[in-house]
């Protein structure tokens, strides 16, 4: 089978990541009879500062064509971040209707949490994160800008039909996995929107009688993470909360650089998008030093998703492997003094020989 990736490798870290991992992951699938045929554009936030804007007009029309799209980041110390996110990342999960983002947390086998007394796979579970509308809808305004009484507002929005497309695919998800789904909102102060999320979470549980729900304020969620991270299993949750409990669960797995995500649009039409979430991170940049496991991770999860199964099975217990040995080198986020290179070409030593 034969796969058309466009590649985006954005900004900072991500273009090193991408340029280590992706020739790596092409490999794996090449030695199991899939192909993947990438194309790279050139897009974020040089292109910004060169041309005013982090991708072309069409760029949503030239992506449509694709199988699928790897996301290195998104993010410039020179460029203000609400105009990297909505210049670049916001237009794609929004203008594929990539609904659903996935962001699971797992503790694998010789990766430290912060956590005292975790052993491997008992922190395991995945965030079921609105990925289109919520807080994160683009809806809203400022008046009287630089004036005593400039106003800014900024409006969160919620569709049944949105909320159930995420909703549904997180209790089928819980159904497979231990049968726990966990609603988080914020409806004891957000009494419309909010409310209106749990109602829905309500209605749908009865389709899943099997699936037991938990509801959880957002900061009493974040508390729980830390405090009993191995009684989660689904987490479904809108646009802003999703977004940070992700980061938290990321940390207590041991580290943002094992973090891997899926913008889904479950339906097929377009092309979803898969990236790790660790950020353009500027800080390391240049230094050679960033972990490119959730570069691979989120290419295992894209591999999933276009119904390679071997392929990203492959890849993902290639790097279980490999953080289980304490002899294999490893990035310093997780404790090693290694570089993505070595990283990445041990890797290619355990999976291709």
Same mark, same amino acid.
């Given at each position: 089978?034969?796969?058309?990736?466009?590649?985006?490798?954005?900004?900072?870290?991500? *273009? !090193?990541?991408?340029?280590?991992?992706?020739?790596?992951?092409?490999?794996? $699938?090449? &030695? =199991?009879?899939?192909? %993947?045929?990438?194309?790279?554009?050139?897009?974020?936030?040089?292109?910004?500062?060169?041309?005013?804007?982090?991708?072309?007009?069409?760029?949503?029309?030239?992506?449509?064509?694709?199988?699928?799209?790897?996301?290195?980041?998104?993010?410039?110390?020179?460029?203000?971040?609400?105009?990297?996110?909505?210049?670049?990342?916001?237009?794609?999960?929004?203008?594929?209707?990539?609904?659903?983002?996935?962001?699971?947390?797992?503790?694998?086998?010789?990766?430290?949490?912060?956590?005292?007394?975790?052993?491997?796979?008992?922190?395991?579970?995945?965030?079921?994160?609105?990925?289109?509308?919520?807080?994160?809808?683009?809806?809203?305004?400022?008046?009287?800008?630089?004036?005593?009484?400039?106003?800014?507002?900024?409006?969160?929005?919620?569709? *049944? !039909?949105?909320?159930?497309?995420?909703?549904?695919?997180?209790?089928?998800? $819980?159904? &497979? =996995?231990?049968?726990? %789904?966990?609603?988080?909102?914020?409806?004891?102060?957000?009494a419309y929107g909010m409310v209106f999320w749990d109602d829905v979470v309500e209605e749908v549980s009865a389709d899943y009688p099997g699936v037991e729900v938990e509801r959880l304020l957002v900061d009493a969620a974040s508390m729980d993470f830390v405090r009993r991270p191995e009684e989660f299993d689904v987490i479904a949750a809108s646009n802003l909360f999703g977004d940070v409990l992700t980061d938290l669960g990321a940390i207590i797995s041991g580290s943002i650089g094992l973090a891997?995500?899926?913008?889904?649009?479950?339906?097929?039409?377009?092309?979803?998008?898969?990236?790790?979430?660790?950020?353009?991170?500027?800080?390391?940049?240049?230094?050679?030093?960033?972990?490119?496991?959730?570069?691979?991770?989120?290419?295992?999860?894209?591999?999933?998703?276009?119904?390679?199964?071997?392929?990203?099975?492959?890849?993902?217990?290639?790097?279980? &492997?490999?953080?289980?040995?304490?002899?294999?080198?490893?990035?310093?986020?997780?404790?090693?003094?290694?570089?993505?290179?070595?990283?990445?070409?041990?890797?290619?030593?355990?999976?291709?020989?």
């Amino acid at each position: 089978m034969a796969h058309d990736i466009a590649v985006i490798p954005g900004d900072g870290i991500g *273009r !090193e990541v991408v340029s280590e991992a992706f020739p790596l992951v092409r490999d794996v $699938a090449e &030695a =199991r009879g899939t192909t %993947l045929a990438p194309t790279e554009f050139d897009w974020g936030s040089e292109r910004y500062l060169e041309e005013g804007e982090m991708m072309p007009e069409d760029g949503l029309d030239r992506l449509e064509a694709y199988d699928s799209i790897l996301l290195g980041a998104v993010g410039h110390p020179d460029v203000p971040d609400h105009v990297t996110l909505h210049g670049l990342r916001l237009p794609i999960t929004k203008g594929f209707d990539q609904h659903v983002c996935r962001r699971p947390s797992y503790l694998f086998e010789g990766v430290d949490s912060p956590l005292r007394g975790y052993d491997a796979g008992e922190i395991d579970f995945v965030v079921y994160r609105q990925n289109t509308e919520g807080e994160y809808a683009h809806v809203g305004g400022r008046e009287h800008e630089g004036s005593d009484n400039e106003v800014a507002v900024q409006s969160a929005v919620f569709t *049944r !039909e949105a909320t159930e497309r995420l909703v549904r695919p997180a209790f089928e998800a $819980a159904a &497979a =996995r231990e049968g726990k %789904l966990t609603n988080v909102t914020k409806s004891n102060a957000q009494a419309y929107g909010m409310v209106f999320w749990d109602d829905v979470v309500e209605e749908v549980s009865a389709d899943y009688p099997g699936v037991e729900v938990e509801r959880l304020l957002v900061d009493a969620a974040s508390m729980d993470f830390v405090r009993r991270p191995e009684e989660f299993d689904v987490i479904a949750a809108s646009n802003l909360f999703g977004d940070v409990l992700t980061d938290l669960g990321a940390i207590i797995s041991g580290s943002i650089g094992l973090a891997p995500s899926a913008n889904v649009d479950p339906t097929g039409t377009y092309p979803s998008m898969f990236e790790p979430v660790h950020g353009s991170a500027f800080d390391i940049t240049g230094d050679g030093v960033a972990n490119p496991l959730a570069t691979v991770l989120s290419c295992s999860m894209m591999l999933r998703n276009l119904g390679e199964e071997d392929v990203a099975d492959a890849l993902r217990e290639g790097v279980a &492997a490999q953080l289980a040995d304490e002899s294999a080198p490893r990035t310093p986020d997780i404790g090693g003094e290694g570089t993505t290179e070595e990283v990445v070409s041990d890797l290619r030593t355990r999976l291709l020989g």
